[in-house]
């Protein structure tokens, strides 16, 4: 009985040995963190050293280089790269990737020591039986249980594509605010130029008597409203410019220079109807994570109901019993009669039919946005042309031939002030018109999602 329970002894502590991790604490480092992120840079080894493996954004942007003012292209790798909810995405991502990697493995085995005693007899030795208890998984349980996490993780690494792809998408949006922003105080500072311009022929009237102070005085309280007006969009492009900075994950600056402009809209969104639908289906990424969760919860029925069947459980042991050296082997079975995992099979199959509506709910909720953005592009595109082939030749027309009539010597200040106005309520709505059709333009390749290579090569062809 002595070498038996040392035997027993010996066993539990190598498995104890080899099998078991010592807790180690990771405090946090806040101060450090906080010091990188101010310090962080567009120009840092990190990015560089990522950006190579983004072949396709990579070759898009061409050559990096943030010294001749930040493209979106640009922009877009370092958001890639540095946005905070992308890389606590890829963090969380390493969960189910931990999950999947130790998913299917055996059960530990369980050692057990039987102790018996004669109460009643002769003598009162100790009798051992050890024995080791092990599950074979003849079921295939496991097998489906580890495909059942590497499609979680699967579903994970889909979630994440398609936060990035949010991501791009919240940053063009701001780019075009940007944009929008950017050209109003634009058109507003050349307004001024003009105003200023008149405003001294104005006042030297005045000062001749040729018009009334009341009239001069119009053109000075424009100027006032303006210039308040146009501090107010200055304050605006400064907010949106943090705005950029932050889905970029970087620290802000006063002096970082964006080359923001539309132009990179133009070529967004502008696929027929039908195609839209079939880029949809394959490529966007909300529907793709639907997809991913519904092909786990099939994984997980499948795991329940192959649960069903009983693994082997077998113990061999060896004791002592009588004086005498004793090999056992024992051996069980499950017998699935009364409970039959069937609370886990109707729990399985009725999320497999939540995951199967919200895909299909999903793709009605894209179609319907599709359609929603498309009519938004469209309005925004009409309003435009309207304003490009209508509007604006008139306004400068007007504001053409009111100061020619000055230049003659018939100055008509009130003509003058409200040509200028037309002119830059002009400019305003044409901003506004081409904002719209950006932003909806990026709602369609956010709904219908990325192209691939192949897809960028058939809209490139002739």
Same mark, same amino acid.
């Given at each position: 009985?002595?070498?038996?329970?040392?035997?027993?002894?010996?066993?539990?502590? =190598?498995?104890?040995?080899?099998?078991?991790?010592?807790? @180690?604490?990771?405090?946090?480092?806040?101060?450090?963190?906080?010091?990188?992120?101010?310090?962080?840079?567009?120009?840092?080894?990190?990015?560089?050293?990522?950006?190579?493996?983004?072949?396709?954004?990579?070759?898009?942007?061409?050559?990096?280089?943030?010294?001749?003012?930040?493209?979106?292209?640009?922009?877009?790798?370092?958001?890639?790269?540095?946005?905070?909810?992308?890389?606590?995405?890829?963090?969380?991502?390493? !969960?189910?990737?931990?999950?999947?990697?130790?998913?299917?493995?055996?059960?530990?085995?369980?050692?057990?020591?039987? %102790?018996?005693?004669?109460?009643?007899? !002769?003598?009162?030795?100790? @009798?051992?039986?050890?024995?080791?208890?092990?599950?074979?998984?003849?079921?295939?349980?496991?097998? %489906?249980?580890?495909?059942?996490?590497?499609?979680?993780?699967?579903?994970?690494?889909?979630?994440?594509?398609?936060?990035?792809?949010? +991501?791009?998408?919240?940053?063009?949006?701001?780019?075009?605010?940007?944009?929008?922003?950017?050209?109003?105080?634009?058109?507003?500072?050349?307004? %001024? +130029?003009?105003?200023?311009? !008149?405003?001294?022929?104005?006042?030297?009237?005045?000062?001749?008597?040729?018009?009334?102070?009341?009239?001069?005085?119009?053109?000075? =309280? @424009?100027?006032?409203?303006?210039?308040?007006?146009?501090?107010?969009?200055?304050?605006?492009?400064?907010?949106?410019?943090?705005?950029?900075?932050?889905?970029?994950?970087?620290?802000?600056?006063?002096?970082?220079?964006?080359?923001?402009?539309?132009?990179?809209?133009?070529?967004?969104?502008?696929?027929?109807?039908?195609?839209?639908?079939?880029?949809?289906?394959?490529?966007?990424?909300?529907?793709?994570?639907?997809?991913?969760?519904?092909?786990?919860?099939?994984?997980?029925?499948?795991?329940?109901?192959?649960?069903?069947?009983?693994?082997?459980?077998?113990?061999?042991?060896?004791?002592?019993?009588?004086?005498?050296?004793?090999?056992?082997?024992?051996?069980?079975?499950?017998?699935?009669?009364?409970?039959?995992? #069937?609370?886990?099979?109707?729990?399985?199959?009725?999320?497999?039919?939540?995951?199967?509506?919200?895909?299909?709910?999903?793709?009605?909720?894209?179609?319907?946005?599709?359609?929603?953005?498309?009519?938004?592009?469209?309005?925004?595109? #009409?309003?435009?042309?309207?304003?490009?082939?209508?509007?604006?030749?008139?306004?400068?027309?007007?504001?053409?031939?009111?100061?020619?009539?000055?230049?003659?010597?018939?100055?008509?200040?009130?003509?003058?002030?409200?040509?200028?106005?037309?002119?830059? @309520?002009?400019?305003?709505?044409?901003?506004?018109?081409?904002?719209?059709?950006?932003?909806?333009?990026?709602?369609?390749?956010?709904?219908?999602?990325?192209?691939?290579?192949?897809?960028?090569?058939?809209?490139?062809?002739?």
């Amino acid at each position: 009985m002595t070498k038996t329970i040392r035997i027993s002894r010996a066993l539990i502590g =190598i498995a104890l040995l080899t099998s078991c991790r010592n807790y @180690e604490p990771k405090p946090l480092a806040l101060d450090a963190s906080e010091r990188a992120f101010l310090v962080r840079t567009i120009d840092a080894p990190t990015l560089a050293q990522y950006s190579a493996q983004l072949g396709a954004r990579a070759s898009a942007a061409n050559a990096f280089n943030a010294a001749d003012g930040l493209s979106l292209d640009e922009a877009e790798l370092i958001a890639l790269v540095f946005n905070r909810q992308l890389r606590l995405a890829r963090l969380e991502a390493g !969960v189910t990737a931990a999950t999947a990697e130790n998913a299917g493995l055996w059960r530990d085995p369980r050692l057990g020591v039987d %102790l018996s005693q004669i109460v009643d007899g !002769v003598t009162g030795g100790v @009798e051992a039986m050890v024995s080791l208890g092990l599950t074979l998984p003849l079921s295939g349980r496991l097998e %489906l249980e580890k495909q059942q996490a590497q499609a979680q993780h699967r579903a994970e690494l889909v979630r994440v594509a398609q936060q990035e792809w949010t +991501v791009v998408a919240d940053l063009r949006r701001a780019w075009v605010r940007h944009a929008s922003l950017a050209a109003e105080a634009q058109a507003a500072g050349d307004f %001024l +130029v003009r105003v200023a311009q !008149v405003t001294a022929i104005v006042d030297r009237m005045e000062s001749a008597g040729e018009i009334a102070r009341i009239e001069a005085r119009l053109f000075r =309280i @424009e100027d006032a409203k303006l210039r308040g007006q146009l501090q107010a969009i200055e304050s605006d492009l400064t907010r949106t410019m943090h705005e950029i900075e932050s889905l970029m994950g970087m620290p802000p600056r006063s002096d970082r220079n964006f080359d923001a402009d539309f132009a990179f809209a133009d070529a967004l969104g502008r696929e027929h109807h039908d195609a839209l639908i079939l880029r949809l289906s394959a490529a966007s990424p909300s529907l793709a994570v639907a997809r991913a969760e519904y092909k786990s919860s099939e994984l997980r029925l499948a795991r329940e109901m192959r649960a069903q069947w009983p693994d082997l459980e077998i113990a061999p042991g060896f004791g002592e019993q009588d004086g005498q050296r004793q090999g056992t082997l024992g051996i069980g079975v499950t017998l699935p009669i009364i409970d039959g995992n #069937r609370r886990a099979i109707a729990e399985a199959e009725a999320a497999r039919e939540v995951s199967r509506g919200r895909t299909e709910m999903e793709l009605e909720r894209l179609i319907s946005a599709l359609l929603g953005a498309e009519e938004r592009l469209a309005a925004a595109a #009409r309003r435009r042309v309207l304003l490009e082939t209508t509007l604006l030749p008139l306004v400068d027309t007007q504001y053409a031939e009111a100061r020619e009539v000055a230049r003659l010597g018939e100055v008509n200040t009130l003509v003058l002030l409200e040509s200028l106005k037309q002119q830059l @309520e002009a400019k305003q709505q044409l901003i506004a018109a081409r904002r719209d059709e950006s932003l909806a333009a990026i709602d369609i390749e956010e709904i219908a999602g990325p192209q691939t290579s192949m897809q960028k090569k058939e809209d490139a062809a002739p």
